[in-house]
């Protein structure tokens, strides 16, 4: 079964910068499309972006321009850098495929 460890969370500055990486397991990132959620206290899980297999990429309205998807499938690795962070960027960080998430990875804009 798919298992999935986010890191690189943490505190930041608004307009500064961090990278999240997902650890994913076997050959997740080659199988699946993968997702990058986040849920902000007093708001419901949001899609964030999402990437295929062959690294096609899609965002939602309020990223675009300041986040980007991306995978090393060699690595089993997926990542999301976030630059000029907003203090509504601030929430829980989620990778995820359709099914399968995981535990998440706080990150704090102030």
């Known amino acids: 079964h798919v298992q999935l460890v986010e890191s690189g969370g943490g505190s930041v500055q608004a307009g500064g910068s961090l990278r999240l990486s997902c650890a994913a397991s076997g050959n997740t990132l080659s199988t699946y499309c993968m997702s990058w959620f986040r849920q902000a206290p007093g708001k419901e899980r949001e899609g964030v972006a999402i990437i295929d297999t062959d690294g096609r990429s899609r965002y939602v309205d309020s990223v675009m321009g300041r986040f980007t998807i991306s995978k090393d499938d060699a690595k089993n690795t997926l990542y999301l850098q976030m630059n000029s962070l907003k203090t509504d960027d601030t929430a829980v960080y989620f990778c995820?495929?359709?099914?399968?998430w995981g535990q998440g990875t706080q990150v704090t804009v102030s």
């Open positions: 995820a495929t359709l099914t399968y």
